[in-house]
């Protein structure tokens, strides 16, 4: 089994910053990505970044230039670093990641983490 568990989440003021970070542990033999999504009120997740095992980054337009997702390959952990936050960021944040665990490639998710931008 594998574990996946996100902190960093809160309360922050228009154009500030927030660190999330996503820790992956149990089982893992190999890594493909690791990647965040979030969800807005009623609506199904969408992806934010994603992190490859090559170091490919993929980001949505909506978060270029503000978001920066970066890996240590040794510890399984993602970070997502969020600065210039603006009230529409505000969202449950999930991790994703897409690994090797027992010889087969299977995902798992976090239970999330809410970040929340006042206006």
């Known amino acids: 089994q594998v574990q996946v568990v996100e902190s960093g989440g809160g309360l922050v003021q228009a154009g500030g910053s927030l660190r999330l970070s996503c820790a992956a542990s149990?089982?893992?033999?190999?890594?493909?990505?690791m990647s965040w999504y979030r969800r807005f009120p009623r609506q199904r997740v969408h992806l934010v970044a994603q992190?490859?095992?090559?170091?490919?980054?993929n980001y949505a337009d909506s978060v270029k230039g503000r978001f920066t997702i970066s890996r240590d390959k040794l510890k399984n952990t993602a970070d997502l670093q969020m600065n210039n936050l603006k009230p529409e960021d505000t969202a449950i944040y999930y991790c994703?990641?897409?690994?090797?665990?027992?010889?087969?490639?299977?995902?798992?998710w976090g239970s999330g983490t809410q970040v929340t931008v006042s206006g």
């Open positions: 149990g089982s893992i033999d190999g890594f493909y990505a």
């Open positions: 992190i490859t095992s090559d170091e490919t980054t």
């Open positions: 994703n990641v897409d690994v090797s665990t027992l010889g087969r490639r299977e995902n798992y």
